[in-house]
């Protein structure tokens, strides 16, 4: 192992004048089924450690695995939504390692008999103009597994193992069934790896939101993205040797994540040293990574047949059935949306890479028109989630929220300033938009009393001014809206306060 530093970096650009990328993105899928992969007991999210639990789950002797009906529905319509091929016939595969949260010492999932293979997802990329780029992802295989548990590591700084005074284990999530989709080694992607990795994980996760099998909250952890890389010499074509970064868990990291590894290797290749084979743990608030374990081989896990598990041989018929339960498919979607919201080329690009689609999708559904929904999300809320180092749909606004507030926009309760005050408070968790206009005092005043007097104030402060408006210059009125509106803190309503000098000034 090279003994250069984690932090030891080569620039972006030097990296790309020395070294091709090659990315292999692996994503976790938690399904959205009532029951776990292998037993009966329930799956909800948040409950008290170790009551979601039983003798499958927990590995004791005799106790006996099912298969979930469901969870194999849902990884063949994943599979079908990614243009896999369905297997005939696969069976599942013990794989055998030492892991403190896996309850059975080994995880039941498949090895080379995987339920969906050969497929690929077409990921639409921001252009100069015109529609934008589409580049081709490649799917190597959609497999079914189970969760493991959850540590929790108490005491020390860094929540981890390293410096915990103890550690305790919740065995509720052991069992959750889950999709692994794992792409083909993706080349050729020099400059824009990170992009592309960004946009296939943001695209694969809308995907898995439309099919409706899971709610794909990066956030709680039901969807994941692993992200390997390596760099070869530029222009060899060959694959150098891969580290992967574990469990990235926003979109945003997942572009990071790979910046930071691409320019990690780059110095170290460069140095003479060689890359170790191993995990990487991903650290959201530094934006580096640290070494984890040396990586295993497929070999290392000395996988065989689950023995315990009959094979799963989904009948064409039913595999046809569900094809026809298939939601849109994205770049036809995307053609429908935005011909019915009437969005530019470039405001559609624009929407679709800040992943505010399906943000902008329900905010519409909830009353807003698609320009000020877009407006909201692309411009105030994008930029909030950029100051804070967030994904958009992690800042804790619902599109109802922002529907709620464009409805008091136009309802003239608020105005535009007002309404980005409104969104402080939202993201500062105080309530509905109703509750913070009010707890904020952020109503337009519309009250000709105090307007009146507001008004009177300006015109006395500018006699030049009062006296153009009183000769005829009626643009002039402007600068006195201006100045009642500092008065009122922006809080006034100004087509009425215009009528009020109008009126008072002949």
Not at 190 to 210: F, G, N, S
Not at 360 to 375: C, D, L, S
Not at 409 to 414: E, R, T
Not at 459 to 464: K, L
Request: hydrophobic letters at 40%; charged letters at 25%.
């Amino acid at each position: 192992m090279n003994s250069m530093s984690a932090d030891t970096l080569l620039s972006f650009e030097e990296t790309l004048e020395k070294f091709d990328p090659a990315l292999g993105l692996e994503v976790h899928v938690e399904l959205n089924t009532l029951t776990k992969m292998f037993c009966g007991c329930p799956t909800e999210f948040g409950a008290e450690p170790n009551t979601q639990v039983c003798p499958t789950c927990l590995g004791l002797p005799g106790a006996m695995p099912v298969v979930n009906r469901k969870a194999v529905e849902s990884a063949i319509r994943i599979g079908l939504a990614l243009n896999c091929e369905i297997a005939a016939w696969c069976r599942f595969a013990r794989k055998n390692y030492f892991y403190p949260d896996m309850p059975k010492n080994f995880q039941t999932s498949q090895y080379d008999e995987p339920i969906a293979f050969e497929g690929h997802l077409d990921v639409m990329l921001p252009g100069e103009g015109g529609e934008g780029e589409v580049f081709r992802v490649e799917i190597e295989r959609a497999h079914m597994e189970e969760d493991t548990g959850k540590s929790l590591h108490v005491g020390g700084a860094t929540g981890r193992i390293h410096g915990a005074d103890y550690s305790l284990v919740d065995y509720n999530r052991a069992g959750i069934p889950l999709i692994e989709i794992v792409t083909k080694p993706i080349m050729g992607t020099r400059e824009q790896a990170p992009l592309i990795a960004k946009a296939y994980v943001a695209q694969l996760r809308e995907l898995i939101v439309a099919l409706g099998v899971s709610d794909a909250r990066m956030d709680q952890g039901s969807i994941r993205a692993d992200v390997n890389l390596s760099l070869s010499p530029r222009g060899d074509g060959r694959l150098g040797t891969r580290t992967e970064t574990k469990n990235v868990n926003s979109l945003r990291s997942v572009e990071r994540a790979v910046r930071f590894e691409m320019q990690r290797h780059a110095a170290i290749l460069d140095g003479g040293g060689s890359i170790l084979q191993e995990t990487r743990h991903w650290h959201e608030d530094t934006g580096v990574t640290t070494s984890g374990r040396e990586k295993s081989d497929a070999e290392d896990y000395r996988y065989f047949p689950e023995p315990d598990l009959l094979p799963v041989a989904p009948s064409r018929a039913w595999v046809e059935e569900l094809r026809l339960t298939l939601p849109e498919p994205p770049r036809e979607k995307l053609a429908r949306l935005q011909a019915a919201w009437g969005f530019s080329d470039l405001e559609m690009r624009d929407t679709v890479g800040a992943g505010a689609l399906g943000l902008v999708e329900e905010t519409i559904a909830a009353g807003a028109t698609p320009q000020a929904a877009r407006k909201w999300w692309l411009s105030e809320l994008a930029r909030r989630a950029n100051e804070s180092d967030t994904d958009i749909a992690a800042l804790g606004v619902s599109p109802q929220d922002v529907a709620a507030v464009q409805a008091l926009v136009d309802a003239g309760a608020i105005n535009d300033k007002l309404a980005r005050q409104v969104f402080d408070g939202l993201v500062a968790g105080e309530g509905t938009p109703e509750e913070i206009v009010a707890a904020r005092g952020l109503a337009i005043v519309s009250d000709d009393g105090a307007l009146g007097a507001a008004v009177d104030n300006a015109i006395a402060a500018n006699p030049d001014i009062a006296d153009k408006i009183r000769d005829g210059k009626v643009a002039a009125a402007g600068a006195l809206i201006g100045a009642v509106m500092k008065e009122m803190r922006g809080q006034a309503d100004a087509g009425r306060v215009r009528e009020l000098i109008l009126e008072k000034l002949g």
